[in-house]
């Protein structure tokens, strides 16, 4: 049995999800086995090894100021992002309806807003994310002719890319820390400095065992859609962070997330049973009808 396997049933025996592991070495995604492989896809969830030569702590540090006011110095890009407005993005700042509050920019629009130091870590985090999408197309071997148009062109950069910068309120009582949901692209890593995720599995709400070191990946709907009558159909994994409180000497929790899937303007696309690609819905449409169903607005810009 591998360490992640055996991983795995401690995991369930502890009430405890131990997520199958992988590295990105030289491009490729690699995981132990095989069978690490086909239990990814099952949960729609892993682990990834964080890189050697990246260090996150910018990243986090930037999650737990965004949201404070600027003050004095008009050229500080840590702060002041809650009222900045970011006139040419079309995310931005948000007040949700659980704990979170997030900017959302888009990876054109990084060392616009951001910090050098800042962006220079999402621009990694890009990197490996895109590795981490190709080699889960290798898995479900989605042929390397059809990428471009299924992705709306990641590799270039003219798909969907942007990241999510998350503070968890503590202080709000009786919210979900974030609420349930699947991510409605291919792909999310998520970088985070505390214990908190949560996945349904087998139709339980289980704690993700964290693993320092390592990012998680979520696959989301648009890896589900795709791939749901093929051989090897990806899952898109249901989540959620539950209502966290204060804790004395803790600070809130902080997460950034790099996050890929298609553009608003271009349809989802799926497989037919006999492997032939065809369209399946806009994915503006889509995205707005399960806006819709968690209850939050849609972005009133896209």
């Excluded at 509050?101 to 910090?115: A, G, K």
């Excluded at 803790?250 to 690609?277: F, H, I, K, W």
Aim: net charge negative; with cysteine; aromatic share 10%.
């Amino acid at each position: 049995m591998t360490d992640t396997a055996q991983e795995a049933q401690q995991g369930r025996a502890g009430d405890r999800l131990a997520l199958p592991v992988a590295e990105v070495d030289a491009g490729a995604l690699r995981f132990a086995t095989s069978g690490d492989t086909e239990r990814a896809l099952g949960i729609g969830a892993f682990h990834v090894a964080v890189p050697e030569d990246l260090d996150v702590r910018p990243g986090l540090e930037f999650c737990r100021t965004f949201y404070q006011p600027r003050g004095d110095d008009p050229t500080d890009r840590h702060r002041g992002h809650r009222e900045h407005g970011h006139p040419a993005s079309k995310l931005g700042y948000e007040d949700r309806p659980d704990q979170v509050e997030q900017l959302q920019l888009e990876s054109f629009l990084w060392q616009e807003y951001l910090p050098d130091e800042v962006t220079a870590v999402l621009r990694r985090m890009r990197q490996l994310t895109l590795e981490i999408l190709y080699g889960v197309f290798d898995a479900v071997r989605v042929p390397e002719t059809d990428r471009d148009l299924i992705t709306g062109g990641a590799r270039q950069d003219t798909g969907l890319c942007y990241t999510t910068v998350n503070h968890y309120r503590s202080g709000l009582s009786d919210r979900a820390g974030i609420v349930e949901h699947s991510d409605s692209g291919f792909i999310t890593t998520i970088c985070t400095d505390q214990p908190g995720y949560e996945i349904l599995h087998e139709g339980r709400w289980l704690p993700v065992r964290e693993r320092p070191g390592h990012f998680t990946v979520n696959l989301g709907d648009a890896f589900r859609v795709l791939t749901r009558k093929l051989p090897r159909p990806v899952t898109a994994v249901y989540h959620r962070v539950p209502e966290l409180r204060p804790e004395a000497g803790v600070p809130d929790r902080s997460s950034c997330t790099v996050y890929m899937g298609p553009r608003y303007d271009m349809p989802l696309y799926q497989y037919d049973a006999e492997g032939n690609l065809r369209e399946y819905q806009n994915f503006r449409d889509f995205s707005v009808k399960k806006a819709g169903k968690l209850g939050y607005d849609f972005h009133s810009r896209v």
